[in-house]
């Protein structure tokens, strides 16, 4: 006859009980009895966590890990900074591991990919954090951005996007005393600061209205579409989609500010060829680093000027980080409750001073409540205000969206080589369609 062993804890158990009983006089009520026996918890189950990171090394993240580990003594987490000739091929990888059953349990993932991605992931449990909880704690559009089909997949632990970036010196020397604030503005400034020698530009007052050579060129195009209220990309070729690309190519073809032989957007800033650009916070250390002396600040994005007495809502622009949960996770739930630990204020401001030990400033605070903390940080201050009336979509550069980014750029050469600004926008909604995800 087959016989199965007892657990030790059960064996202690039973004893302990039989014991009691010995001792305790025939008539007594059994429920008294049971209430005065110690409970004796069965071992807690041993957690080992796997955590793909992209940008931070291992020494920024240790402290919190850490810590965690110290208060939870069962898990283990692994956490380990991944490296890829591109973020396309981060993308590539990430997704093909969760389809195969073989990735991480925790992993960092750009907002737009969440369509993409829904299916491999596990959706954040509301009683880790309740949909009235995200929305309340993190920056109004976070929660729409980091959702398919009404479910969230992911929990922010920064948030960037795109800003104006100006070289204070070139302002001074036009008379320009404050940053443009509407595209009109915007225009007139970069006309007024670019500077020509026999019909060539030697010093470009914006670089605006190519693509090969303005890095964060779609998402510049992206944010002029949001702004002009066109649903990406089911409108893209309708009038307010056409006015768009040909405002931001006149810059080239009429307005002369900017030029397809210059260097790129980013490296021509840093030299002062050129006074003004867009991009997200963390150009501030591509540009320090290759010139640590430029004396250049930060504004908001311009925005279509209202006819008074009307006023425009503002819209900008979102390009940030998330960490997800592999939905095939054995661990899933502690998972999301070591997410739920980052994401708390005081790791937060935590993690953010680990980052800022390597470079000026951590990753931008993803809170509404850490918010105010950066509003007088000489960088990112526009980037928090406008936080909350940012949007976004597939088309965004420095993410690993390349097919998108190059159909963008496709379009934008077709304009600029005099072909159909209609033709150019419908293959443009076509490659997008095509390309298997018109979302986020």
């Known amino acids: 006859m087959r016989t199965f062993k007892k657990p030790l804890w059960q064996k202690?158990?039973?004893?302990?009980?039989l014991a009691y009983l010995a001792i305790v006089p025939s008539g007594c009520n059994p429920s008294k009895i049971l209430s005065g026996l110690p409970f004796i918890k069965p071992p807690v189950k041993k957690?080992?966590?796997?955590?793909?990171?992209?940008?931070?090394?291992?020494?920024?993240?240790?402290?919190?890990?850490e810590e965690y580990q110290k208060a939870n003594p069962h898990v283990k987490i692994n956490y380990e900074q991944r490296a890829y000739s591109s973020l396309a091929q981060h993308k590539e990888t990430l997704l093909t591991r969760l389809?195969?059953?073989?990735?991480?349990?925790?992993?960092?993932?750009?907002?737009?990919?969440?369509?993409?991605?829904?299916?491999?992931?596990?959706?954040?449990?509301?009683?880790?954090?309740?949909?009235?909880?995200?929305?309340?704690?993190?920056?109004?559009?976070?929660?729409?951005?980091?959702?398919?089909q009404g479910q969230l997949y992911a929990i922010p632990l920064m948030y960037d996007g795109l800003m104006l970036f100006y070289n204070q010196k070139h302002f001074?020397?036009?008379?320009?005393?404050?940053?443009?604030?509407?595209?009109?503005?915007f225009r007139d400034a970069a006309v007024r600061l670019t500077q020509t020698d026999a019909q060539k530009i030697t010093r470009a007052g914006a670089a605006i209205g190519t693509a090969e050579n303005v890095i964060h060129s779609s998402d510049i195009l992206g944010l002029m579409w949001a702004q002009s209220q066109v649903?990406?990309?089911?409108?893209?070729?309708?009038?307010?989609?056409?006015?768009?690309?040909?405002?931001?190519?006149n810059f080239v073809t009429k307005d002369k500010v900017w030029d397809p032989a210059l260097p790129d957007s980013i490296y021509a800033f840093s030299q002062g060829r050129v006074a003004m650009i867009f991009a997200p916070s963390w150009r501030v250390f591509d540009i320090q680093n290759l010139n640590p002396g430029l004396n250049f600040s930060t504004a908001a994005v311009p925005q279509i000027p209202a006819l008074p007495p009307a006023e425009t809502a503002a819209t900008n622009w979102a390009s940030f980080w998330a960490e997800g949960v592999n939905l095939d996770s054995q661990n899933a739930a502690e998972a999301w409750k070591f997410l739920k630990f980052l994401s708390e204020p005081e790791n937060m401001r935590r993690l953010y001073s680990e980052e800022a030990k390597l470079r000026e400033f951590g990753e931008p605070y993803s809170r509404k409540d850490l918010g105010e903390v950066l509003l007088t940080n000489n960088y990112l201050a526009p980037l928090i205000d406008g936080a909350p009336t940012?949007?976004?979509?597939?088309?965004?550069?420095?993410?690993?969206?390349?097919?998108?980014?190059?159909?963008?750029?496709?379009?934008?050469?077709?304009?600029?080589?005099?072909?159909?600004?209609?033709q150019a926008l419908a293959t443009l909604k076509t490659t997008i369609e095509r390309s298997g995800s018109a979302g986020r």
């Open 12 to 17: 202690i158990f039973l004893t302990s009980f």
């Open 47 to 65: 957690v080992e966590l796997t955590y793909w990171g992209l940008f931070e090394p291992v020494e920024v993240m240790t402290p919190l890990i």
């Open 99 to 148: 389809r195969e059953g073989t990735g991480p349990d925790i992993f960092r993932l750009h907002h737009t990919w969440i369509p993409q991605f829904a299916s491999e992931l596990s959706p954040l449990p509301s009683e880790v954090m309740s949909s009235a909880e995200f929305a309340n704690t993190f920056h109004a559009p976070l929660q729409n951005l980091l959702s398919d």
């Open 172 to 185: 001074e020397e036009a008379g320009i005393t404050r940053p443009p604030t509407d595209w009109e503005e």
């Open 231 to 249: 649903d990406f990309p089911d409108a893209l070729t309708s009038g307010s989609a056409r006015d768009a690309l040909v405002f931001y190519t």
């Open 390 to 422: 940012a949007t976004s979509a597939i088309i965004t550069d420095a993410a690993g969206n390349d097919v998108y980014v190059e159909a963008v750029t496709e379009a934008v050469n077709s304009v600029l080589q005099g072909k159909d600004v209609d």
